[in-house]
């Protein structure tokens, strides 16, 4: 069987103390507050760390990517959404222990209605020729499909410039339902408070999703979740993070993230995804 991103089928990462399938942590915890059952097809967002080919510039990288396999995307059926994501800082936390995981030069994300639509647009021809194409610039790769929470939803209008990209893995001896809920729930829901944030999403993992064609890029795993937010410019995102409520928000974090791994970055939107949009 062929995985969603033309490999190996999706796997879950080797297990670890406290570790429970993905999908079952996902939706358990996800939909634990609603009246009607998990819906094993939501939209399904596929994130994507890519490091450019040895050799390759990383000026070269970024053209080829931008310029030459995003715009074959736009053939894929039953494409929603999709995002380039350029690494502009890295960033680290005094109070947090740093995810290992080896340089890479992108962040692709893609959105799809649901699981069969996404598998069906990988095995098209046209998603034949877009995985064909990766690997002639792309080195390694580890992909992800996810599911979105927002807590924030973005404003209408043009996406905020600068967004903070974290993979995440929860404390150790922490089970999938108290890292969840304490994620998810606490922390999620004071993000509401926080000045000058314009976004916040937080997306769990499903499955990872490997290929058979490109090596994959070392990072620690099994991962917990990627948290995302936008700030208008660099200014307003430095003004945030030393306001009283972002303190009082990160301090909560320390008490339930093991390791994480936070970038900030700039889109580059190639297809408007159709996220949680503030009217």
């Known amino acids: 069987m062929v995985g969603w991103l033309g490999g190996a089928t999706p796997h879950q990462p080797s297990p670890r103390p406290g570790y429970a399938p993905r999908r079952r ?3 358990t915890t996800l939909h634990s507050r609603r009246d009607t059952p998990p819906q094993e097809d939501a ?3 596929l994130v994507s760390f890519l490091a450019r080919r040895p050799g390759m510039t990383a000026e070269a990288f970024l053209t080829h990517w931008q310029d030459v396999h995003a715009p074959m995307a736009c053939d894929l059926p039953g494409l929603r959404g999709h995002i380039l994501n ?6 680290s936390r005094s109070d947090v222990a740093q995810l290992d995981v080896a340089p890479f030069d992108g962040i692709e994300q893609l959105w799809f209605d649901d699981q069969a639509a996404c598998a069906a ?7 034949a020729r877009w995985r064909a194409e990766a690997a002639r610039f792309i080195g390694a790769q580890r992909g992800f499909a996810t599911e979105e929470a927002w807590q924030v939803p973005l404003p209408a209008g043009p996406r905020p410039a600068v ?3 974290t993979a995440i893995r929860r404390r150790d001896g922490a089970t999938p339902e108290q890292f969840q809920y304490a994620w998810r729930v606490v922390h999620g829901g004071m993000a509401a408070s926080v000045p000058l944030l314009r976004g ?11 290929r058979d ?3 994959p890029l070392r990072m620690a795993l099994p991962l917990d979740g ?3 937010s936008w700030c208008d410019d660099m200014q307003a995102r430095r003004a945030m993070v030393v306001s009283p409520e972002a303190q009082h928000w990160f301090a909560d974090g320390a008490t339930f993230l093991g390791q994480v791994k936070t970038v900030l970055l700039r889109e580059a939107v190639m297809i408007p995804p159709a996220a949680a949009i503030k009217s």
């Open 200 to 210: 916040f999403v937080l997306s769990g993992i499903l499955a990872e999703q490997p």
């Open 121 to 127: 647009a990988m095995a098209s021809p046209a998603g």
């Open 86 to 91: 350029i690494p502009i800082e890295t960033h």
């Open 213 to 215: 064609d490109i090596p």
């Open 43 to 45: 939209i399904i967002k």
């Open 163 to 165: 967004k903070s990209f």
């Open 226 to 228: 990627i948290a995302e």
């Open 25 to 27: 942590r996902l939706y």
